[in-house]
Every structure is written in structure tokens, then in C-alpha cells.
């Protein structure tokens, strides 16, 4: 069946197709499954060639995901974005130093997502945390633009 009617199988990477799927659903409102969601991954990617002006279908089916996959595969998709920046930075323990961590994080327009604050790990000194960051941004240029700012106001960030 296949010989008589397929004419070219092709791939598509996982990288790809979390993307496709958080497009499916930004733009299409539409939830599948990773492998309901290759074609677009595959189109997308340039693998399915496609002659100007013409007609393009692409079956997108399975909606069988589970929702802790559904909250992490759209979630990976805008850190390779760069829409999600993560990073950390190890900070003085001193009352207000987080706050004004966070203040240089808002005057860029970064929207924190999440926040892990750890005082007692084995490799800080006994007056420093670590602050791990979730922060959502315009796209990668805005990232780059808050670790720079960062940087510039005195917080080496580590991004990750």
C-alpha cells in the first residue's frame, strides 16, 4: 500500500513539532497531539516542497495528549522562541536585593513566570542566593536586550 500510495516519506524533528503544535494553538485554536501535528512541523521546516500558487492540505488529527505534555511542549516551543527566557543569578542575602532584582527585570518589560529562591545550596557562599528565573519576553532580541541590561546593572546572569 504504501509503494502504490506514498510518494515520499519525510521527517520532522521534535523541536519542530512542539512548534508546530504551540502554533496550531496560538494561531488555529486547534490542540493535537505530536504526531497529529508533524505534517505542519514537516511543511514548515521546508521538508514537503511546495510550488507557488498551488493547494495545500495537511490532516492535522489526534487531540490524544495529556496535560502534563500539553502544558510542557508549548511551554519548551516559547523557550526556543526565546518568548520564555530562563536564567539564574546568585545575588547577596540582604533584605531588598531580590527586589531590586526584580525591579531591573520589570524595567525592561520582562514579565516574571516563576521564580526559585535558594539560600542554602552546597556551592553558594553563606550571604548569597540563587535566583532562578522564568521570564516572559517579546521574542529573543528582547531577552537579549533584559541579560544585557542585567548585566550592565550588576547582575551576571547565567542563562539557561
Known amino acids: 500500500m504504501i509503494r502504490r500510495f506514498v510518494d515520499r516519506i519525510v521527517l520532522a524533528d521534535e523541536d519542530a513539532i512542539a512548534q508546530a503544535m504551540l502554533q496550531l494553538i496560538e494561531r488555529k485554536k486547534v490542540i493535537a497531539e505530536g504526531a497529529g501535528a508533524t505534517p505542519l512541523a514537516a511543511l514548515l521546516g521546508g521538508s514537503i516542497p511546495v510550488e507557488p500558487d498551488s493547494t495545500v492540505v495537511l490532516v492535522i488529527s489526534g487531540g490524544n495528549i495529556d496535560s502534563p505534555q500539553l ?6 516551543a516559547l523557550i526556543r522562541q526565546g518568548r ?24 525592561e518589560n520582562g514579565n ?3 521564580i526559585h529562591h535558594e539560600q542554602a545550596a552546597y556551592d553558594l557562599p553563606v550571604l548569597a542566593a540563587r535566583v532562578i528565573v522564568e521570564i516572559e519576553t517579546r521574542g ?3 531577552a537579549i536586550a533584559i541579560a544585557t541590561s542585567l548585566e550592565t546593572a550588576g547582575y551576571p546572569v547565567t542563562l539557561l
Open 71 to 76: 502544558e510542557r511542549t508549548p511551554h519548551h
Open 84 to 107: 520564555i527566557m530562563r536564567c539564574s543569578v546568585v545575588l547577596d542575602d540582604h533584605p531588598g536585593t531580590l527586589a531590586r532584582f526584580l525591579a531591573a527585570v520589570a524595567k
Open 112 to 114: 516574571i513566570l516563576h
Open 140 to 142: 529573543k532580541e528582547h
